[in-house]
C-alpha cells in the first residue's frame, strides 16, 4: 500500500471560466496563476484536470487543480489569499474553490 508523506497536504481548486472568456481564462490559469502559486513557499506541485464537456452528472465546476503543499494545506490556503497573487476577469469569482485537503487515517 502506498505511503503519504505526512508533511504533505493538498488544495483542491474547482474554478470555471466566465462564459465566452475560457481560452483567455486558460491562457491566465495555467500561464501566468499557477507559476505564481508555484512560487509560494510551501507550494511543491500543481496537478490540472479538466471535466470532459460530455460529463452531464450535475456537475457545477469545468476545472479542478490540486496543489500539494509542505505542512498545512489550511495555512498554505491563507498565503494563498494574502499574497496579492494576479487576477483575470475570465475567472468566475463567484463559484470558485479552495478546499484544504489532509491524507486520511
Keep these: ?22 481560452a483567455e481564462f486558460r491562457e491566465w490559469y495555467w500561464g501566468t496563476h499557477i507559476p505564481e502559486i508555484l512560487a509560494l513557499p510551501a507550494f511543491v506541485a500543481a496537478h490540472r484536470y479538466v471535466v470532459p464537456p460530455d460529463v452531464t452528472l450535475g456537475v457545477s465546476h469545468r476545472y479542478a487543480t490540486l496543489y500539494e503543499v509542505e505542512g498545512s494545506a489550511d495555512e498554505a ?29
Excluded at 505526512?6 to 475560457?22: D, M
Excluded at 490556503?77 to 487515517?105: C, E, F, H, K, M
Design 77 to 105: 490556503r491563507t498565503l494563498l489569499y494574502t499574497s496579492n497573487l494576479s487576477g483575470s476577469d475570465a475567472l468566475d469569482v463567484t463559484t470558485a474553490v479552495v478546499l484544504p485537503i489532509a491524507p486520511g487515517d
Design 1 to 22: 500500500m502506498p505511503t503519504t508523506d505526512p508533511r504533505r497536504e493538498a488544495l483542491l481548486a474547482l474554478s470555471n471560466p466566465i462564459e465566452g472568456k475560457e
